[in-house]
């Protein structure tokens, strides 16, 4: 009986060295005051009480919820009707699963500065479109209103590709009897998709919500190359905020605080959607 954990021993050993020794360590630092050059300081709750009073917190934490939602929301919809499409019998189908895919697997700096370059208010390759059809320049990274929906756009466009994956696996698994037979009994396209390919993608729905959601709200590098936060705080997101405060400030018990939070919200919003996505399928 003990052969199946000495298999596991070399994984276990990994997660605790990279996972489970950091978050204790993480825990002991968010209950110090630890400046990054110094020794930390047993504080208690000293952070948290800085924290939860902190108007910077409650901006990133804003921030990261919007974030969150927005690139989660249009990353499954969008995955989801591209690969419906892609499913079916299309000329070229293979070649746009490729293309659509391709800026998952590109590096998330170099495509953040590319789009940082494309965003430009003056030389940017959007307002230049925008010129054509006589509409002014958008202030893109410089503007409180269209700062976070252009880091958005952004991620959608990185991202809602692993999508794509996830439902074409999905909707490949789907028995394609059950939609003929709906067919030969007079059902629409539109009726078989919303009454039997969408409830026989639950499981599939709630994988890549959760996924994204994981992937959300962890948010950092985008937002450090194209805006540092800013411009204001319009940008900061939480990730930002552990980077700022524990490399910058040079609080890292502080920072460790903020990463608890984080830590928490990452593990309560995924398992909050398998309530509605998670039920077993009733016929």
Do not use: C
Not at 168 to 192: C, F, R, V
Not at 252 to 267: E, H, K, P, R
């Amino acid at each position: 009986r003990s052969v199946p954990y000495l298999f596991l021993l070399p994984s276990f050993g990994a997660l605790a060295l990279f996972s489970f020794i950091p978050f204790l360590q993480g825990l002991y630092f968010s209950l110090t005051k630890y400046p990054l050059l110094g020794s930390p300081e047993f504080i208690g709750l000293g952070n948290f009480t800085r924290l939860f009073s902190d108007p910077l917190f409650t901006a990133s934490l804003r921030n990261t919820l919007v974030y969150m939602v927005a690139t989660v929301a249009f990353r499954v919809i969008i995955g989801l009707l591209l690969a419906v499409a892609l499913n079916g019998k299309i000329r070229g189908r293979t070649l746009f699963r490729a293309i659509f895919y391709l800026p998952v697997i590109a590096p998330l700096v170099t495509v953040a500065v590319i789009w940082r370059i494309i965003f430009d208010t003056y030389s940017g390759v959007l307002n230049a479109g925008l010129d054509v059809f006589g509409i002014a320049p958008v202030p893109w990274l410089t503007s409180t209103t269209w700062a976070m929906p252009a880091i958005i756009i952004m991620s959608v466009w990185k991202t809602f590709g692993w999508n794509i994956v996830i439902f074409l696996a999905g909707l490949q698994s789907i028995p394609g009897t059950l939609q003929e037979a709906a067919a030969i009994d007079g059902a629409s396209k539109t009726q078989i998709f919303f009454r039997i390919t969408l409830p026989l993608l639950r499981p599939t729905i709630l994988l890549a919500v959760v996924l994204s959601t994981i992937n959300a709200s962890q948010v950092f590098d985008q937002v450090y190359v194209m805006t540092r936060g800013g411009p204001g705080y319009s940008t900061m997101t939480l990730g930002q905020m552990v980077y700022t405060a524990g490399f910058e400030m040079h609080e890292m018990g502080y920072a460790s605080a903020v990463a608890l939070v984080l830590q928490i919200i990452t593990l309560i919003l995924p398992l909050s959607h398998f309530k509605p996505l998670g039920k077993e399928l009733r016929y």
